[in-house]
T-cell receptor, first 112, second 113 residues
Framework: GQQLNQSPQSMFIQEGEDVSMNCTSSSIFNTWLWYKQDPGEGPVLLIALYKAGELTSNGRLTAQFGITRKDSFLNISASIPSDVGIYFCAGQRDSGYSTLTFGKGTMLLVSP | ETGVTQSPTHLIKTRGQQVTLRCSSQSGHNTVSWYQQALGQGPQFIFQYYREEENGRGNFPPRFSGLQFPNYSSELNVNALELDDSALYLC????????????FGNGTRLTVT
């Protein structure tokens, strides 16, 4: 099935560093979402973006909905060890349906 | 804690068998969808149920079927299991209206041998 192009595939950083990851698509989405998944658990919603150009923050996390509606990025500032996990972007075309198209994920490792 | 609960957490089945996975949606959520997540991949949409009717389906064969009950709990059934069906199966629920996002359960890890 289709998946979004998410990069980087993995990152290994030092505690306190900032992190940036992005997601691109060949087609337009009307909603972009960022999820985090810890081992043995389901994805947990971090940020939802509903409008092209929108920039939204949630604590140390900031995400933007690209103007073309074909991309999004997620920044994490001042990373801490509990930021470790797999981050997924997801696009949704129609708010009336739950069909999400996911990226393959970015695995983040943070060294104390 | 999303309020979406799935059972069982782990399951081992043999090729050719049938399996039923269960999901209890978050209170007030009348839309439920199921996703398959293979190792190292993002979740893939299987289907969605709204008010007990299937109203969206991904690229999965008919041996993947589901049910949604009046209390909005849900089942995923897979017949004639194949080795490639081994995956984490995620249930997610949302409110019907507007832009309410999906909230996922912790999944059922299915292993087919």
């Amino acid at each position: 099935g289709q998946q979004l192009n998410q990069s980087p595939q993995s990152m290994f950083i030092q505690e306190g560093e900032d992190v940036s990851m992005n997601c691109t698509s060949s087609s337009i989405f009307n909603t972009w979402l960022w999820y985090k998944q810890d081992p043995g658990e389901g994805p947990v919603l971090l940020i939802a973006l509903y409008k092209a150009g929108e920039l939204t923050s949630n604590g140390r996390l900031t995400a933007q909905f690209g103007i073309t509606r074909k991309d999004s990025f997620l920044n994490i500032s001042a990373s801490i060890p509990s930021d470790v996990g797999i981050y997924f972007c997801a696009g949704q075309r129609d708010s009336g349906y739950s069909t999400l198209t996911f990226g393959k994920g970015t695995m983040l490792l943070v060294s104390p | 804690e999303t309020g979406v609960t799935q059972s069982p957490t782990h399951l081992i089945k043999t090729r050719g068998q049938q399996v039923t996975l269960r999901c209890s949606s978050q209170s007030g959520h009348n839309t439920v969808s199921w996703y398959q997540q293979a190792l190292g991949q993002g979740p893939q949409f299987i289907f969605q149920y709204y008010r007990e009717e299937e109203n969206g389906r991904g690229n999965f064969p008919p041996r993947f079927s589901g049910l949604q009950f009046p209390n909005y709990s849900s089942e995923l059934n897979v017949n004639a299991l194949e080795l490639d069906d081994s995956a984490l199966y995620l249930c997610a629920s949302r409110l019907e209206a507007g832009n309410s996002p999906l909230h996922f359960g912790n999944g059922t890890r299915l292993t087919v041998t």
